[in-house]
């Protein structure tokens, strides 16, 4: 169990909303903006990253910040509860 804590309000310890990252790597045509292909995973040209980022992340369902888990896990570990 890992306790949260919002860093913007401060207060918040209860209600999150967990976004979960769902990744679609496309490639779009650069004048017109049209999506000219949708590539699945080891699909990916030589140029174009994978996405690296966290598989989710955390809103604070009070002030609507929205930051990395570890954000909020930091937070509520160097701000405990009746310090
Ligand atoms: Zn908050």
Redesign the pocket.
Known sequence: MTAYL?P?????RSRFNKLEQKVTSIKMDPESGEVMSIMGEGEMDPFHMEYRGPDYRIQ?A????IADEETFIQFARSHPRGS
């Open positions: 919002c913007r309000c401060k207060t918040n604070c009070t002030c609507g910040e």
